[in-house]
């Protein structure tokens, strides 16, 4: 090693602070749960439903210029793009049915709601272009969303979300025992409680990219807290007659340079997609890099905690008759 | 465990070189290499390069209203008068799912014909088509005394719907792209809906108007007498006619019964006239040119129509018989106008009005910003991280930082074998890659460093530091797959794109890591005759 960062050994007892760390780590669920619950999420076009058009700044195009010139109850902001271009992106639902034409006031009900959305979209870009003479190039994004899409969309997002967590509590289970499986899912729907406190917490746009960076966290918890796992097992089968306390420490502080070395490598890339991936990208990047930081915590101190209170052993086998436990030739 | 075998080392290069290969065009222009290097780079999502991309849905209820309209037409001729048949009046009315058959005259003892009028019915009532049960496509049962309801069975339904999925399919292809060289994707989403993916393809507008027309095509006998179309506006029409309105021949009204459809119709182009305005040729098949040129030869001196979906485009006099079956419309459409309504028209009618659910479009300038922040983001990152391995770990590090490159590299050779697309946040998944690729190195590491902190040989303790961090690899690893494969499989657009390249850079990870970095080491181990690394 070059450079000693972190020294080779270390002996923190962390499991003597475990209940510290369980009640912080359920104020910040609560404090989670009570963030979505009073100030929501900001849903984006994906899951809300509606239209979000993207225009580059100019002097002759604003935002104050969209905003007067363009009909319809928009919200037009500004943002800037990964090489400092200034853009106008303006976020619509449906516009009123008077704007889009006499046919459209004849439509039922039931098709209005079908085609509202596309209809306003529609209505939207051809006054853009009309008001401010754009061409299909001026507009750089343009998403439109209908109302059946959307609410599907969220769903099979939870969905994924679901089922992914159920595969890896098997897994576990399977591979270790279910205390560690509990200790492991804890640990990750504590991670995405988190996260999506956060979202909420920041207003940060909620969409489909969200899913994947939620999605990439679980993933990444769930590794975190495995290695931890991994090392439990091992020295347990070394020493049985150590206290489980003891047992969870050492592992915990042999494996913590590797949990800081993996997380930091990983925390570096990712700043590296906040600060040069783009305005696209960054809403992801921010709450990956906070959940790769909750995830390397609770794999301490939610996971391991969880698992020493179920118990460390394997159940099912005595553990030295258990094939299969052993290194791989 | 540390003996490399000749064939393994071969296998392992064998790997890396087949990956530069196929990862090559992404790096360099490989349109003049020779013939065996693949030439082709990763395909780009559409967020990368630009274009648009639309979801549609073939509504049910449509779908199953315009079949009952046309069994309407069926029930129409089933019931007229024929050389040994009364013919049977009656009034359809179409009510979502169902048609409700009345009939409109009792006999003289006040019957009503049911009993006949379900017997001709039945002899209509087809198979449900591709069934295999056998099943009728429609479900006709007896509604009071002078009434029938027509009503479609969900076997029926199902059938339906499948068979007006694969010809929607087919349609949108022949309009979007009638020459068929566009790079365009069309994918089949569920039961009822079609995904569209035209890169390149700036303008959304274009193709929902392409896609919105129901092309329905007719050649309709025209009334022109002057008396009648001004009582038809004042709201009397005379019966078997409709009143249609066209932006070049004002209203006019039309034969309700067409003499020539849009399934006589072989194929369709655009042309240009004398004066070389556009225009647009036909050519009719057999069928249709006999019966146009029938047509055209009992009624001369009368208007003949050209309608679709409703708007009459043009309306010729029959001056002589046209035989050969060649028809063109003149009229005031520009050059992409005359384009488009000749793909409509050789494709066919839909079986149903698509409804668009969700469109999103992407310039192909914000595509290009995109990629190059991407790339610069990945640059970035993976430099960063090379530096602090290599300060973490020395020459361990230097090892760990190739088997990182190997990885990148071989993640774009795998998205090219899959033919998989990149997107942003594909690329955002390999950078994260990048990140994480690192943790089956520091796991391997730091057991090495403790091993020989336990004062074991340089040679033990590499052994050990790999047999004992392969299982929580191998642990670790599989559970970000799982959440990878999962992510994939349910996921759609970004979330798929995402799943992708994480998913092959978990695989691909843990070869570098584990079996090129452990074959550097070895080397080295063995060139150098090392007694200690200093990690």
């Given at each position: 090693m070059l450079i000693k960062y972190w020294p080779t050994e270390t002996k923190i007892p962390f499991m003597r602070y475990r209940y510290v760390g369980v009640v912080l780590s359920v104020i910040m669920m609560v404090a989670s749960v009570y963030l979505v619950m009073t100030r929501g999420l900001n849903l984006g076009v994906d899951f809300a439903g509606g239209s979000v058009v993207e225009l580059r700044q100019t002097d002759s195009v604003t935002v104050a210029d969209v905003r007067d010139r363009i009909p319809g109850g928009l919200t037009v902001n500004s943002a800037t793009d990964s090489n400092g271009a200034e853009l106008v992106v303006i976020r619509f639902g449906e516009?009123?049915?008077?704007?889009?034409?006499p046919e459209f006031a004849e439509l039922t009900d039931e098709e209005k709601a079908d085609r509202a959305s596309a209809a306003s979209n529609t209505f939207v870009v051809n006054t853009l272009k009309q008001e401010f003479g754009l061409t299909d190039q001026d507009i750089l994004r343009n998403d439109s969303v209908g109302p059946k899409v959307s609410g599907e969309l969220f769903r099979e997002g939870l969905i994924a979300l679901g089922v992914a967590t159920i595969m890896m509590f098997l897994y576990i289970a399977f591979r270790y025992s279910w205390s560690y499986a509990v200790g492991g899912i804890a640990a990750l729907i504590h991670d995405a409680i988190g996260t999506i406190g956060l979202f909420s917490l920041l207003q940060i746009q909620f969409d489909l990219t969200t899913i994947a960076a939620l999605l990439t966290i679980i993933g990444y918890s769930v590794n975190d807290s495995v290695v931890v796992f991994d090392r439990i097992r091992e020295i347990r089968r070394k020493y049985k007659q150590m206290p489980a306390t003891e047992v969870i420490d050492i592992a915990t502080n042999q494996t913590l340079s590797r949990t800081f070395l993996t997380g930091g490598t990983t925390l570096i890339a990712i700043l590296a997609i906040a600060i040069?991936?783009?305005?696209?990208l960054q809403g992801m990047s921010v709450a990956m890099i906070w959940g790769i930081i909750i995830g390397t915590y609770s794999s301490i101190y939610f996971a391991a905690a969880i698992v020493l209170m179920l118990g460390v052993d394997i159940n099912r086998k005595p553990v030295e008759d258990t094939p299969g436990f052993e290194a791989m030739p | 465990m540390l003996q490399f075998p000749a064939w393994k080392v071969l296998l392992v290069l064998g790997v890396l070189v087949w990956g530069v290969v196929m990862a090559l065009p992404n790096a360099v222009n490989?349109?003049?290499?020779?013939?065996?290097?693949?030439?082709q780079a990763v395909n780009l999502g559409l967020d990368l390069r630009g274009g648009v991309y639309l979801e549609m849905e073939i509504p049910p209820a449509e779908v199953i209203s315009s079949r009952l309209s046309v069994f309407a037409r069926d029930v129409r001729s089933a019931f007229a008068r024929t050389a040994d048949r009364e013919p049977i009046y009656f009034q359809p009315e179409l009510r979502g799912r169902t048609m409700l058959i009345k009939l409109s005259r009792p006999d003289a003892d006040g019957n009503y014909p049911v009993e006949e009028a379900l017997r001709r019915l039945d002899r209509i009532?087809?198979?449900?088509?591709?069934?295999?049960?056998?099943?009728?496509?429609f479900e006709i049962t007896r509604a009071g005394q002078d009434g029938i309801l027509v009503s479609v069975s969900s076997a029926s339904e199902s059938a339906m719907l499948e068979d007006a999925l694969s010809k929607t399919m087919t349609i949108v292809r022949r309009r979007v792209d009638p020459e068929g060289v566009a790079e365009i994707s069309l994918t089949p989403s569920g039961n009822n809906r079609i995904v569209l993916e035209a890169p390149?393809?700036?303008?959304p507008e274009r193709l929902k108007t392409l896609l919105s027309r129901d092309g329905r095509m007719t050649f309709n006998l025209v009334e022109s007498s002057p008396a009648e179309i001004a009582s038809a506006q004042a709201g009397i029409v005379k019966p078997g006619y409709r009143l249609l309105e066209g932006p070049e021949t004002g209203p006019l009204l039309v034969r309700e019964?067409?003499?020539?459809?849009?399934?006589?119709?072989a194929t369709a182009s655009q042309g240009n006239d004398e004066a070389n305005r556009p225009q647009i040729n036909f050519r009719l098949n057999a069928n249709g040119a006999r019966k146009f040129y029938e047509t055209t030869r009992n009624n001369s001196g009368q208007l003949f129509a050209i309608v679709l979906d409703d708007v009459i485009m043009s309306a010729p006099r029959i001056n002589e018989p046209i035989p050969g079956g060649s028809v063109r419309i003149t009229g005031t459409f520009t050059m992409t106008e005359a384009q488009d309504l000749a793909a409509i028209i050789a494709a066919g009618e839909m079986p149903a009005k698509v409804q668009f659910l969700d469109q999103r479009v992407v310039s192909s300038t914000l595509g290009e910003d995109s990629i190059e922040s991407g790339y610069r983001a990945a640059i970035v990152g993976l430099a960063l991280v090379a530096f602090f391995m290599i300060l973490a770990y020395g020459l361990q590090g230097i090892f760990a930082v190739f088997s990182l490159v190997a990885n990148i590299v071989l993640i774009f050779a795998a998205l090219s074998l899959l033919g998989a697309t990149l997107t942003l946040p594909g690329i955002a998944g390999i950078i994260l890659t990048i990140g994480m690729a690192v943790d089956a190195n520091v796991l391997v590491f730091e057991r090495i460093r403790e091993e020989q902190q336990n004062g074991r040989s340089v040679w033990t303790a590499v052994q050990a530091g790999y047999e004992r961090a392969l299982i929580t690899i191998l642990d670790a690893n599989i559970t970000t797959l799982f959440a990878a494969v999962i992510l994939y499989s349910l996921g759609s657009g970004p979330v798929k794109g995402f799943a992708v390249t994480l998913a092959l850079g978990i695989i691909t990870s843990v070869f570098t890591a584990f079996v090129f970095t452990r074959m550097l080491t070895i080397f080295w181990m063995k060139t150098f005759k090392t007694k200690r690394f200093a990690i």
């Amino acid at each position: 090693m070059l450079i000693k960062y972190w020294p080779t050994e270390t002996k923190i007892p962390f499991m003597r602070y475990r209940y510290v760390g369980v009640v912080l780590s359920v104020i910040m669920m609560v404090a989670s749960v009570y963030l979505v619950m009073t100030r929501g999420l900001n849903l984006g076009v994906d899951f809300a439903g509606g239209s979000v058009v993207e225009l580059r700044q100019t002097d002759s195009v604003t935002v104050a210029d969209v905003r007067d010139r363009i009909p319809g109850g928009l919200t037009v902001n500004s943002a800037t793009d990964s090489n400092g271009a200034e853009l106008v992106v303006i976020r619509f639902g449906e516009v009123d049915a008077s704007l889009l034409g006499p046919e459209f006031a004849e439509l039922t009900d039931e098709e209005k709601a079908d085609r509202a959305s596309a209809a306003s979209n529609t209505f939207v870009v051809n006054t853009l272009k009309q008001e401010f003479g754009l061409t299909d190039q001026d507009i750089l994004r343009n998403d439109s969303v209908g109302p059946k899409v959307s609410g599907e969309l969220f769903r099979e997002g939870l969905i994924a979300l679901g089922v992914a967590t159920i595969m890896m509590f098997l897994y576990i289970a399977f591979r270790y025992s279910w205390s560690y499986a509990v200790g492991g899912i804890a640990a990750l729907i504590h991670d995405a409680i988190g996260t999506i406190g956060l979202f909420s917490l920041l207003q940060i746009q909620f969409d489909l990219t969200t899913i994947a960076a939620l999605l990439t966290i679980i993933g990444y918890s769930v590794n975190d807290s495995v290695v931890v796992f991994d090392r439990i097992r091992e020295i347990r089968r070394k020493y049985k007659q150590m206290p489980a306390t003891e047992v969870i420490d050492i592992a915990t502080n042999q494996t913590l340079s590797r949990t800081f070395l993996t997380g930091g490598t990983t925390l570096i890339a990712i700043l590296a997609i906040a600060i040069f991936g783009g305005p696209v990208l960054q809403g992801m990047s921010v709450a990956m890099i906070w959940g790769i930081i909750i995830g390397t915590y609770s794999s301490i101190y939610f996971a391991a905690a969880i698992v020493l209170m179920l118990g460390v052993d394997i159940n099912r086998k005595p553990v030295e008759d258990t094939p299969g436990f052993e290194a791989m030739p | 465990m540390l003996q490399f075998p000749a064939w393994k080392v071969l296998l392992v290069l064998g790997v890396l070189v087949w990956g530069v290969v196929m990862a090559l065009p992404n790096a360099v222009n490989m349109s003049n290499a020779p013939g065996f290097m693949p030439k082709q780079a990763v395909n780009l999502g559409l967020d990368l390069r630009g274009g648009v991309y639309l979801e549609m849905e073939i509504p049910p209820a449509e779908v199953i209203s315009s079949r009952l309209s046309v069994f309407a037409r069926d029930v129409r001729s089933a019931f007229a008068r024929t050389a040994d048949r009364e013919p049977i009046y009656f009034q359809p009315e179409l009510r979502g799912r169902t048609m409700l058959i009345k009939l409109s005259r009792p006999d003289a003892d006040g019957n009503y014909p049911v009993e006949e009028a379900l017997r001709r019915l039945d002899r209509i009532n087809g198979p449900i088509e591709g069934g295999l049960a056998g099943g009728k496509t429609f479900e006709i049962t007896r509604a009071g005394q002078d009434g029938i309801l027509v009503s479609v069975s969900s076997a029926s339904e199902s059938a339906m719907l499948e068979d007006a999925l694969s010809k929607t399919m087919t349609i949108v292809r022949r309009r979007v792209d009638p020459e068929g060289v566009a790079e365009i994707s069309l994918t089949p989403s569920g039961n009822n809906r079609i995904v569209l993916e035209a890169p390149g393809e700036p303008d959304p507008e274009r193709l929902k108007t392409l896609l919105s027309r129901d092309g329905r095509m007719t050649f309709n006998l025209v009334e022109s007498s002057p008396a009648e179309i001004a009582s038809a506006q004042a709201g009397i029409v005379k019966p078997g006619y409709r009143l249609l309105e066209g932006p070049e021949t004002g209203p006019l009204l039309v034969r309700e019964i067409p003499e020539v459809v849009g399934s006589d119709i072989a194929t369709a182009s655009q042309g240009n006239d004398e004066a070389n305005r556009p225009q647009i040729n036909f050519r009719l098949n057999a069928n249709g040119a006999r019966k146009f040129y029938e047509t055209t030869r009992n009624n001369s001196g009368q208007l003949f129509a050209i309608v679709l979906d409703d708007v009459i485009m043009s309306a010729p006099r029959i001056n002589e018989p046209i035989p050969g079956g060649s028809v063109r419309i003149t009229g005031t459409f520009t050059m992409t106008e005359a384009q488009d309504l000749a793909a409509i028209i050789a494709a066919g009618e839909m079986p149903a009005k698509v409804q668009f659910l969700d469109q999103r479009v992407v310039s192909s300038t914000l595509g290009e910003d995109s990629i190059e922040s991407g790339y610069r983001a990945a640059i970035v990152g993976l430099a960063l991280v090379a530096f602090f391995m290599i300060l973490a770990y020395g020459l361990q590090g230097i090892f760990a930082v190739f088997s990182l490159v190997a990885n990148i590299v071989l993640i774009f050779a795998a998205l090219s074998l899959l033919g998989a697309t990149l997107t942003l946040p594909g690329i955002a998944g390999i950078i994260l890659t990048i990140g994480m690729a690192v943790d089956a190195n520091v796991l391997v590491f730091e057991r090495i460093r403790e091993e020989q902190q336990n004062g074991r040989s340089v040679w033990t303790a590499v052994q050990a530091g790999y047999e004992r961090a392969l299982i929580t690899i191998l642990d670790a690893n599989i559970t970000t797959l799982f959440a990878a494969v999962i992510l994939y499989s349910l996921g759609s657009g970004p979330v798929k794109g995402f799943a992708v390249t994480l998913a092959l850079g978990i695989i691909t990870s843990v070869f570098t890591a584990f079996v090129f970095t452990r074959m550097l080491t070895i080397f080295w181990m063995k060139t150098f005759k090392t007694k200690r690394f200093a990690i």
